[in-house]
């Protein structure tokens, strides 16, 4: 069961790992799939009524840690499948995500969405995957609640039919852009290059963050992605 920690063979099989009590009582109350279980006995002792696995086996922390991803090994260590579909409650904002890199950045964001109740984002394919176990424990659960796509992305920005606001330190202030009226997408873009030049080619409202401080270079893409967020919600 090790090799789950690998990435390829997650997507192999359709499956993604949760650790933790907290994103464990995520996975049971969501409604996905869980595939098998790894837990202290004191963990499977609190949830004696079952958690509706195929495999349950009890380990101990030498086994815990060896599955883990983690520094520290957690109580419970679980495959959860991907789900085929998703039963979403539609919301007016849509994110949009170019070639974003660091699963914390990528975990942080989908966390941030759950809580303006953004339910769906949509990724360029070299953006990082939504199940790397680093991006599903950075969620805080919101990668049970949220609908990610990967698709080519510049065809679908000029497919979508909705004003598109990117993040670019050439946009205009924030105080100088109107606000959307219904439907609209947020795009942010690399973390160290931002938005390409073929998704930027289908941005119809660049916004800037005033720099009010003058001395910092950028925000942090997970920061930039809340406040704009929060500004458009």
Not at 107 to 134: E, H, L, Q, Y
Not at 180 to 198: F, H, M, Q
Not at 199 to 208: F, I, N
Request: contains cysteine.
């Amino acid at each position: 069961m090790a090799a789950y920690r690998l990435q390829k063979c997650c997507d192999e099989e359709a499956v993604f790992v949760v650790e933790g009590p907290k994103l464990a009582a995520e996975a049971l109350a969501s409604g996905f799939a869980v595939r098998t279980v790894c837990a202290s006995a004191d963990w499977l002792s609190a949830h004696a009524d079952g958690t509706g696995a195929a495999e349950v086996f009890e380990v101990g922390p030498a086994e815990l840690e060896r599955l883990s991803a983690f520094k520290t090994p957690n109580q419970v260590w679980m495959l959860v499948e991907r789900p085929s579909a998703f039963n979403i409650q539609p919301s007016l904002l849509t994110l949009a995500l170019d070639r974003l890199q660091d699963p914390g950045n990528m975990g942080t964001i989908m966390r941030t969405a759950d809580w303006f109740g953004v339910r769906r984002i949509v990724c360029s394919p070299d953006t990082v995957s939504c199940f790397n176990p680093k991006v599903v424990q950075a969620s805080m659960g919101a990668v049970f609640r949220t609908q990610v796509d990967y698709v080519d992305l510049p065809q679908w920005l000029s497919a979508c039919g909705v004003p598109v606001y990117g993040a670019s330190l050439q946009g205009r202030p924030l105080g100088e852009v109107e606000r959307p009226e219904g439907a609209a997408v947020l795009l942010i873009g690399n973390e160290s290059r931002g938005i390409g030049p073929a998704a930027m080619a289908r941005v119809s409202h660049p916004v800037l963050i005033p720099n009010r401080g003058g001395t910092a270079e950028s925000l942090n893409a997970s920061v930039a992605a809340g406040i704009l967020m929060h500004w458009l919600v």
